[in-house]
């Protein structure tokens, strides 16, 4: 059983450009969360993919947009990068969204800085 | 909104001390909450899951209960290693998201 993946580790860009980060789901699991996390804070939720579909948004502008495959891998895009976006970003995924016993697994996050 | 408060936001023992880390938050409908680790510049570890309908829950040398109506949870960790230092986050899971505090820095000295 693999574990959640994510690519890349690292990525510096410019403010105003786009960047496209990608996630891997453990092993038969069908959603997966995406959350923001600046550094010395918690992390923040910003959507959730069930089965290709968005379940679920939070407080994050149309800038940031999702996709999620069949394979239930999953990639998320920012469009015109403001230097508060640098962060680490996480991806979550999970079996049966909404049960008692869902467990989140994380991957080990990408780190974007804008400059 | 979900909001929750750890404290202390950091904490510095001796090895072999026991420790204990809390944990508030706001809104009481939630479906579980999860105790993380997470070590610096790295991804969260999940540590212990508990379901709204329970108390308690332990796996090895951590035990988290979980008090719904008073939106509050503690993480008992025993015997602390310095292998234990990181930071330890929270997060009550409602309709779709977990939401989180901004976490426990532990320090264990050797």
């Known amino acids: 059983e693999t574990g959640v993946t994510q690519s890349p580790t690292h990525l510096i860009k410019t403010r105003g450009q786009q960047v496209t980060l990608r996630c891997s789901s453990q092993s038969g699991h069908n959603t997966v969360s995406w959350y923001q996390q600046a550094l010395g804070q918690g992390p923040q939720f910003i959507f959730q993919y069930y089965r290709e579909e968005e379940n679920g948004r939070g407080n994050f502008p149309p800038r940031f947009s999702g996709l999620q495959f069949p394979n239930y891998s999953s990639e998320l895009n920012v469009n015109a990068l403001e230097l508060d976006d640098s962060a680490l970003y996480l991806c979550a995924s999970s079996l049966i969204p909404g049960a008692v016993q869902e467990t989140q697994y994380f991957g080990p996050g990408t780190r974007l800085l804008v400059l | 909104k979900q909001e929750v408060t750890q404290i202390p936001a950091a904490l510095s023992v001796p090895e072999g001390e026991n420790l204990v880390l809390n944990c508030s938050f706001t809104d009481s409908a939630i479906y579980n909450l999860q105790w993380f680790r997470q070590d610096p510049g790295k991804g969260l570890t999940s540590l212990l899951l508990?379901?709204?309908?329970?108390r308690e829950q332990t796996s090895g040398r951590l035990n988290a209960s979980l008090d719904k109506s008073s939106g509050r949870s503690t993480l008992y960790i025993a015997a602390s290693q310095p292998g234990d230092s990181a930071t330890y986050l929270c997060?009550?899971?409602?309709?779709?998201?977990?939401?989180f505090g901004a976490g426990t820095t532990v320090t264990v000295r050797a």
């Open positions: 997060a009550p899971r409602g309709d779709y998201k977990l939401s």
């Open positions: 508990i379901q709204s309908s329970q």
